[in-house]
């Protein structure tokens, strides 16, 4: 069961009612809160921290990168 709630003067109170008996015990998760600058729902931030991570990649990695990951398979397309 999920109930969203209020923490309030040190009592977390729950916005909708709640079916428990009373002083029934319960286990309590806090997600912790990312803040808006931090979160990158698209995995861009996260991509563009790899540029430029390789610093002996040939020249031409970015065009060629398919035949330079599966060098040697006879399938493999092979650098112009």
């Given at each position: 069961?999920?109930?969203?709630?209020?923490?309030?003067?040190?009592?977390?109170?729950?916005?909708?009612?709640?079916?428990?008996?009373?002083?029934?015990?319960?286990?309590?998760?806090?997600?912790a809160a990312v803040p808006l600058e931090v979160a990158?729902?698209?995995?861009?931030?996260?991509?563009?921290?790899?540029?430029?991570?390789?610093?002996?990649?040939?020249?031409?990695?970015?065009?060629?990168?398919?035949?330079?990951?599966?060098?040697?398979?006879?399938?493999?397309?092979?650098?112009?």
């Amino acid at each position: 069961m999920t109930v969203k709630a209020i923490y309030e003067n040190g009592v977390f109170k729950p916005q909708e009612p709640v079916h428990l008996e009373e002083h029934t015990e319960v286990e309590v998760s806090i997600p912790a809160a990312v803040p808006l600058e931090v979160a990158d729902p698209t995995g861009w931030k996260a991509a563009e921290e790899l540029i430029g991570f390789i610093e002996d990649a040939p020249p031409d990695m970015a065009g060629h990168h398919d035949a330079y990951l599966h060098a040697g398979r006879a399938d493999a397309r092979r650098p112009l």
